[in-house]
């Protein structure tokens, strides 16, 4: 079954923002490290922000200053809000759920994907 629902992808021109969720289950969510991964067509997946179990985040040098990964714990969903698009956005950007203890070591959980395409 689906336990991260991605929503707000779309076409977006350059510059424009755009603010991705993604909702996750208490239970993964409440251990775990969140993350923005995306990946282009011909291009490996890579990782464009994470936000741990206590807050901390951390960017891909491509997406600093333009992106800001959140998570709100009350109501188990992430979001990046994405700012200052460029056309070398344009990709398919999953949630990704990682255990952030050694109990959930092997927890690793995806959601389907968003399309976000930057383009005039």
């Known amino acids: 079954q689906v336990q991260l629902v991605e929503s707000g992808g779309g076409l977006v021109q350059p510059g424009g923002s755009l603010r991705l969720s993604c909702v996750a289950s208490?239970?993964?969510?409440?251990?775990?490290?969140m993350g923005w991964y995306r990946q282009a067509p011909g291009k490996e997946r890579e990782l464009v922000a994470v936000?741990?179990?206590?807050?901390?985040?951390n960017y891909a040098d491509s997406v600093k200053g333009r992106f800001t990964i959140s998570r709100d714990n009350a109501e188990n969903t992430v979001y990046l809000q994405m700012n200052s698009l460029k056309p070398e956005d344009t990709a398919v950007y999953y949630c990704?759920?990682?255990?952030?203890?050694?109990?959930?070591?092997?927890?690793?959980?995806w959601g389907q994907g968003t399309q976000v395409t930057v383009s005039s």
């Open positions: 208490r239970s993964i969510f409440s251990a775990s490290n």
């Open positions: 990704n759920a990682k255990g952030a203890t050694i109990e959930t070591v092997f927890r690793d959980y």
């Open positions: 936000i741990r179990t206590v807050g901390i985040t």
